[in-house]
Structure formats: C-alpha cells, structure tokens
C-alpha cells in the first residue's frame, strides 16, 4: 500500500530528482509553500530524499559560516592560492 502511494506521488507531484533540485534551491531562495510541502511529504516517504536534504542544508550552514569567516570572494579567474589554503585550512577544521 505505501509502495503504491509513493508511487503515486512521484507520478503526480514531485520525483527524487526533483526534490533534490528543490533542496538545494531551497539554500539560494526561499522556496514556495507548495515547494515546501511536496518536498516534506517526499522526505517522509523517502529516507534518501531526506538524507540528501539534510546533507544540503548541513552545508549549506557550514560552508556558509567557513565562507563569513574567510571574507574574500573568488574573482572571475579563480580564487587566490591564499585563499584557497584558508578555505581548506577552515574545512578542514570543521571536521
């Protein structure tokens, strides 16, 4: 029976790979309350979909305090091997 809704579901309103789209969107903007919900329901459903969005919001909220800490944004060219060594020196530390 559960199968069978998940199924459903998925048909209907929204797949894993949706819902793996809209988690990480969700870290950008702010998602619409139709997103929110189809995207909870699934996670209910599914443990993968809401192990990945966990996984995307825990880092989204360390690389966004490592990156606060760091202050330097990546020119167009790339980033600066100084920089580069804070970011894997601040990762690192996170571990």
């Known amino acids: 029976m559960f199968?069978?809704?998940y199924k459903?579901?998925?048909r209907n309103f929204l797949t894993c790979?949706?819902?793996a789209r809209l988690a990480s969107e969700s870290c950008e903007r702010?998602?619409?309350t139709g997103e929110k919900i189809k995207l909870k329901i699934l996670c209910v459903m599914c443990p993968y979909t809401a192990r990945y969005d966990k996984?995307?919001?825990?880092?989204h909220d360390k690389l966004g305090a490592c990156c606060d800490d760091i202050g330097e944004q990546a020119v167009s060219d790339g980033m600066s091997?100084?920089?580069?060594?804070?970011?894997k020196a601040k990762l690192a530390a996170i571990e």
């Not at 996984?55 to 880092?59: A, T």
């Not at 091997?81 to 970011?87: A, S, Y």
């Open 3 to 5: 199968l069978a809704v």
């Open 8 to 10: 459903w579901f998925t």
């Open 17 to 19: 790979h949706d819902a």
């Open 30 to 32: 702010e998602l619409t």
């Open 55 to 59: 996984q995307v919001e825990l880092m």
């Open 81 to 87: 091997n100084d920089c580069k060594e804070r970011l």
